[in-house]
């Protein structure tokens, strides 16, 4: 069984930066496509971003698009997650998860995953 910790979290001033981590312990991430989430104060958790195993596939929501960046260090059993260009509606609790299955069919929709971590807030003043 797999468990994550997020971290990294924080308050920054619009148009700043934050780099989150995700980190396994119990088994190796390199075994699963990892996805990061996020959720606001009375919203849904809507999905930021994916990359495939080896890092070679990386997926994102129109929302974050050319500002975040996903990657992973499998030597580090870690995921990150690169947030620049910051804006206050990036603000909510990120969550990294894996993938239940070995496929990024509809990889978007939280239902495909699992091993949640705890998450890490982000708040983004204007």
């Known amino acids: 069984q797999v468990q994550l910790i997020e971290s990294g979290g924080g308050l920054v001033q619009a148009g700043g930066s934050l780099r989150l981590s995700c980190a396994a312990s119990?088994?190796?991430?390199?075994?699963?496509?990892m996805g990061w989430f996020r959720q606001a104060p009375g919203k849904e958790r809507e999905f930021v971003a994916a990359?495939?195993?080896?890092?070679?596939?990386?997926y994102y929501a129109d929302s974050v698009k050319g500002r975040f960046t996903i990657s992973r260090d499998n030597a580090k059993n870690t995921v990150y997650l690169q947030m620049n260009s910051l804006k206050p509606e990036d603000t909510a609790v990120y969550y990294c998860?894996?993938?239940?299955?070995?496929?990024?069919?509809?990889?978007?929709?939280?239902?495909?995953?699992?091993?949640w971590g705890q998450g890490t807030q982000v708040t983004v003043s204007s």
């Open positions: 998860a894996r993938r239940k299955t070995y496929t990024m069919d509809s990889y978007y929709l939280a239902d495909g995953y699992t091993s």
């Open positions: 119990g088994r190796t991430l390199s075994t699963y496509f």
């Open positions: 990359i495939s195993r080896t890092g070679g596939s990386t």
